[in-house]
């Protein structure tokens, strides 16, 4: 692992075949009016930029790459996430960038925005098959069709539960049929005071944090954060009111944890793999710790309950690919060709088996749901995007926007505000931030 704030320039000696230069100017390199692949590719260096370096992204797939194909020299940026996001916003604007890299998929949508990230639709569109991969595929797509990268990886969830306290309480397990109010209902009659009369047990864990609480709860309600353009706020919709007060009714009354019980238990995961909560909506690269810290725990997952309409709502986390629209037209050949390696079999196995995200390519889910440990139903992470994967309303100011949001939406769940008051705030901040960035 190199030193912290350093940025470290390896050379490997990689091929790639890649694709000659076009003189159509709106399609990739290396197509024939069709759109199909034609000649073989030239000798150039591909940056490739790794925040985290091969904690995040496995060795063996950039081995894989240098091994399969001859004829790119690629030099690998890495260093600690921190100092990589540190570091490239100074790249940035210095014009010295990776050739291709990976960040917060909100964050790429930010780069699209600002002319840094490529295109990459036409590409997808002639080598990719939508048939092979969930719709996570297209988690950087902006709703005029640009899309501004490719999965690193799918981070969704699930409804864990803890086997022993369901066991005690003498209660039915969770199963893939259950609504929020199924888990409401159980959450309250697992729920146990200690001797002080306040909880000592609750039943679910009561997240504040937007992907695994209050958006999944907005979500099943029918609301939404943002209209379907991602322009508007719509936070004041009663359903996604509605969804909030779920969440903070369950905390105000004792059902689900409160953040002070969380702080002196070591936090959600802990809380739950501890026993002192027998629900949670589990991030899949939340297993990593579990199986690591927690080897006893007896657990298991369902998909996460069925919203009002009946279908089913997935948050899912995506860290993504983007290719440097200032590089060369034959470096960004080449980086294309890095992609569709990192999205094909051999490097999917490999993502599949790494534990800390899933593949978007289905059969390397395939390959996932029989290995072995816990969970035992990974199918409840597979399945349960293949169903109902949805991103968290991202745009390129989504950062911006949820950061002022988050502070309000903590007051609601603190009892400070009401969520009808609450929200008004919220929309306003909101919209602004929205119209600001238009």
Not at 88 to 95: R, V
Not at 167 to 179: F, H, I, Q, Y
Request: with cysteine; aromatic share 10%; hydrophobic share 35%.
């Amino acid at each position: 692992m190199n030193k912290k704030g350093l940025l470290v320039t390896t050379m490997l000696a990689l091929t790639v075949a890649g694709c000659s230069t076009s003189k159509d100017g709106d399609k990739p390199s290396g197509t024939t009016g069709t759109g199909s692949s034609t000649t073989a590719p030239k000798n150039v260096t591909l940056k490739i930029g790794l925040p985290g370096a091969y904690d995040v992204t496995k060795k063996e797939i950039i081995d894989g790459f240098a091994a399969k194909y001859p004829n790119i020299k690629v030099e690998v940026q890495d260093a600690p996430w921190g100092d990589f996001v540190a570091k490239i916003a100074t790249q940035i604007a210095g014009g010295t960038t990776p050739d291709v890299w990976l960040q917060e998929n909100a964050v790429i949508l930010g780069y699209g925005k600002r002319g840094v990230a490529e295109d990459l639709s036409a590409y997808i569109k002639r080598d990719l098959k939508d048939a092979d991969y969930i719709s996570g595929l297209y988690a950087a797509k902006t709703p005029e069709g640009k899309v501004w990268g490719v999965p690193h990886g799918i981070n969704p969830i699930a409804l864990a539960y803890n086997k022993k306290a369901f066991a005690d309480a003498g209660a039915a397990l969770p199963n893939d049929n259950w609504t929020f109010n199924d888990l409401i209902e159980a959450s309250k009659k697992l729920t146990k005071n200690g001797s002080d009369g306040k909880p000592a047990f609750y039943g679910f864990v009561g997240s504040t944090s937007i992907t695994q609480g209050w958006f999944p709860w907005i979500k099943q309600a029918g609301g939404q954060a943002l209209d379907s353009t991602l322009t508007k706020s719509m936070f004041t919709d009663p359903k996604t009111v509605t969804g909030l007060k779920q969440l903070a009714d369950g905390i105000k009354q004792g059902y689900f944890t409160n953040t002070d019980f969380l702080k002196a238990n070591g936090g959600e995961v802990q809380a739950f793999a501890t026993g002192k909560a027998a629900m949670y909506f589990l991030q899949y690269s939340n297993q990593v710790t579990m199986n690591k810290s927690f080897p006893d725990a007896d657990w298991d997952v369902v998909k996460i309950p069925k919203a009002v309409d009946g279908k089913r709502y997935v948050p899912m986390v995506t860290n993504s690919w983007l290719i440097s629209s200032k590089a060369s037209q034959d470096v960004k050949d080449a980086a294309w060709q890095f992609l569709k390696y990192y999205l094909g079999d051999e490097a999917q196995k490999i993502v599949a088996e790494s534990g800390a995200s899933l593949p978007v390519k289905k059969s390397a889910l395939q390959i996932l749901e029989t290995s072995s440990g816990k969970p035992q139903n990974k199918k409840a992470f597979t399945d349960g995007i293949a169903e109902g994967g949805t991103t968290l309303d991202e745009n390129a100011s989504w950062n911006e926007w949820r950061t002022a949001a988050q502070p309000i939406i903590n007051d609601i769940f603190s009892s400070n505000i009401s969520a009808e008051e609450g929200v008004k705030q919220i929309n306003e901040k909101v919209q602004a931030v929205l119209d600001k960035n238009k």
